[in-house]
């Protein structure tokens, strides 16, 4: 059974502009998060959707926007681009909700902002 | 709000070494705790998940146990491989809505 795929891996952006990063979850996983990850916060949690509807969402500025698809693939869109946006970002996908299950992550979207 | 506390930060040990890497939590109202390990430049990958209702979980070398009440879980590895480096990850998850909490990691290093 494939894994978790992200795309694309790496992604350079400079401030101001906007960008999409897609996860395709684990087939028959319907649910999918995302995170952040910074050598200075650590990983944190963005939101996590569930049957096409966003169920929880982190602490961050709407600039950070999600949705998910009827097959579940999601995408997260970040406008307005900051430097301190550069991080890894990470989705993963459990079977149900991400609390109860096993949560099996992807690789990760490097983004270096410029 | 939830804080998630791992040490040591760092950790290195020869092969062969049983180590023991420690998560501190400050709510005990948890409903499960993950511990992943990630290696440099990839995502995590899940290790064991503790149930709040749970004591430990085992898996091959692996034993972790929680006990809610002191707001403390460890990672037992037993005879540490060089394949064992890389940085391990505690999650909190506090029930309801899922919006788990991570420590910062232990970086391990097991050389031959």
């Known amino acids: 059974k494939a894994g978790v795929t992200q795309t694309p891996r790496y992604l350079i952006k400079t401030r101001g502009q906007q960008v999409t990063l897609s996860c395709s979850p684990i087939?028959?996983?319907?649910?999918v998060s995302w995170y952040q990850q910074t050598p200075g916060q650590g990983l944190q949690f963005l939101f996590e959707?569930?049957?096409?509807?966003?169920?929880n969402k982190g602490n961050f500025p709407g600039r950070f926007s999600g949705r998910q698809f009827s097959n579940s693939r999601s995408e997260m869109n970040v406008s307005t681009l900051e430097l301190g946006d550069s991080a890894l970002y990470l989705c993963?996908?459990?079977?149900?909700?991400?609390?109860?299950?096993?949560?099996?992550f992807g690789p990760g979207t490097r983004l270096t902002v410029l | 709000k939830q804080e998630v506390t791992q040490i040591p930060a760092a950790l290195s040990v020869p092969e062969g070494e049983n180590l023991v890497l420690n998560c501190s939590f400050t709510?005990?109202?948890?409903?499960?705790l993950q511990w992943f390990r990630q290696d440099p430049g990839k995502g995590l990958t899940s290790l064991l998940l503790?149930?709040?209702?749970?004591r430990e979980q085992t898996s091959g070398r692996l034993n972790a146990s929680l006990d809610k009440s002191s707001g403390r879980s460890t990672l037992y590895i037993a005879a540490s491989q060089p394949g064992d480096s890389a940085t391990y990850l505690c999650?909190?998850?506090?029930?309801?809505?899922?919006?788990?909490?991570f420590g910062r990691g232990t970086s391990l290093i097991v050389h031959p």
């Open positions: 503790i149930q709040s209702s749970q």
């Open positions: 959707y569930f049957s096409e509807t966003q169920r």
């Open positions: 709510d005990s109202a948890i409903y499960n």
């Open positions: 993963a996908s459990s079977l149900v909700t991400g609390g109860s299950d096993t949560q099996y």
């Open positions: 999650a909190c998850d506090p029930g309801g809505s899922y919006i788990p909490t």
């Open positions: 087939s028959g996983h319907r649910s």
